[in-house]
């Protein structure tokens, strides 16, 4: 093992261990709970009769729309080993959450901060996962390590129509040395509406450079109210031509560990079971009225959340990746009905640096689904 985990857990090194949060903005030793009250805007009123050195400062207050916040800049070597989020409301989509490697001028991080978390359809998934938990009520933590060497920025800024009245944030890392093969964690975010004539999502694309491919987040919007997971994910690795992927799996529910549509006994009830385990998930799926609907008829179409993070079994590439999901149900005669359904996924990757600029995240309005 690089980095820590149960395997080296007792190992004694030279590594010092730093958190950053808004009572230690800085994470440096000994410069925690220094604010006092009234410092700045950040400060809670419900510790005038306390102090400093008490909870003064736990969160970020009233972050305008438009506004970015830097929330750590680290001077490397180091390995950020766990981030912590919440926010009062359901604004997953309406933060971003930005990561910069190395005085790379992109980020190699732009994702909506929920669905990093794999909870953008309400933020009120749980997820119980090895990288990534969820906990009640909105409690997101991430574990996936990320080293670097020479720089580490990571900000939010508030892309949404209103005030964040609240934003709870703490970033653990390490100060120690990094070894010469780790890879830079990367994340990008997609979304688009398929179509009958292409009922495919690309999940990744324009990937430059040496690495592994570890982990697939995606919310699925159904626009009809059949089954819809009939796709086959597919990767194109190192030049693979568009017909001809290297990995190509059987079907949606089949590459997210489920079997059968999620359905437990089809003859009694076709409601799917979520589930979250370790390496695989679909943790949430939620119900809402069809576009369509009318007063004599409400088909319920749902938005399901699902990942899969490839850690046993990551996907590694020399020079490029492609990946892909098909949107494919069925017709009544028992053939594939190529469906048009809205995806939004998230893509979770390590390789080398230079990397190339990630895709810009779309305007507030083109991120909604549903």
Not at 109 to 117: A, I, N, R, T
Not at 277 to 301: E, I
Not at 320 to 348: C, E, H, I, M
């Amino acid at each position: 093992m690089q980095f820590p985990g149960l395997g080296d857990i007792a190992r004694v090194t030279d590594g010092r261990t730093r958190s950053i949060s808004a009572e230690n903005p800085t994470g440096g030793k000994g410069q925690g709970a220094q604010a006092s009250p009234g410092d700045d805007g950040h400060c809670t009123p419900a510790a005038d009769r306390l102090g400093k050195g008490w909870k003064v400062r736990p969160c970020l207050r009233n972050i305008e729309p438009g506004a970015t916040v830097v929330l750590a800049d680290i001077r490397g070597p180091g390995v950020i080993q766990h981030m912590w989020f919440t926010v009062l409301d359901a604004v997953g989509r309406w933060l971003t959450l930005r990561v910069y490697w190395d005085d790379q001028p992109h980020p190699s991080v732009e994702v909506p901060l929920g669905d990093f978390f794999c909870n953008s359809i309400d933020g009120m998934a749980v997820v119980n996962s090895l990288p990534i938990a969820v906990n009640p009520k909105g409690g997101m933590n991430c574990y996936w390590p990320m080293p670097f060497r020479g720089r580490c920025r990571i900000e939010v800024c508030n892309d949404g129509p209103a005030k964040i009245n609240e934003l709870f944030f703490q970033i653990t890392y390490a100060e120690q040395d990094v070894p010469g093969d780790a890879g830079y964690f990367h994340a990008t975010w997609r979304r688009s509406m398929t179509t009958r004539e292409r009922p495919e999502h690309v999940i990744l694309d324009g990937v430059s450079g040496r690495g592994q491919y570890v982990g697939t987040s995606i919310v699925w919007s159904q626009l009809s109210n059949q089954w819809w997971g009939e796709g086959e994910v597919k990767f194109f690795i190192d030049g693979d031509t568009p017909d001809r992927p290297t990995i190509c799996g059987t079907g949606t529910e089949d590459y997210f560990g489920g079997a059968w549509g999620f359905v437990m006994d089809h003859t009694r009830d076709l409601t799917p079971v979520p589930y979250s385990t370790a390496f695989l998930g679909y943790p949430q799926v939620v119900y809402a009225p069809s576009p369509v609907s009318s007063q004599r008829m409400q088909p319920r179409v749902p938005q399901h959340q699902l990942y899969r993070w490839h850690i046993p079994d990551p996907v590694r590439f020399a020079r490029d990746l492609r990946v892909t999901v098909q949107a494919l149900g069925w017709w009544p005669n028992g053939k594939f009905q190529p469906l048009t359904d809205d995806l939004a996924s998230v893509a979770y990757w390590y390789q080398t640096l230079p990397s190339q600029p990630l895709r810009p995240l779309p305007p507030m309005d083109e991120r909604y689904q549903r």
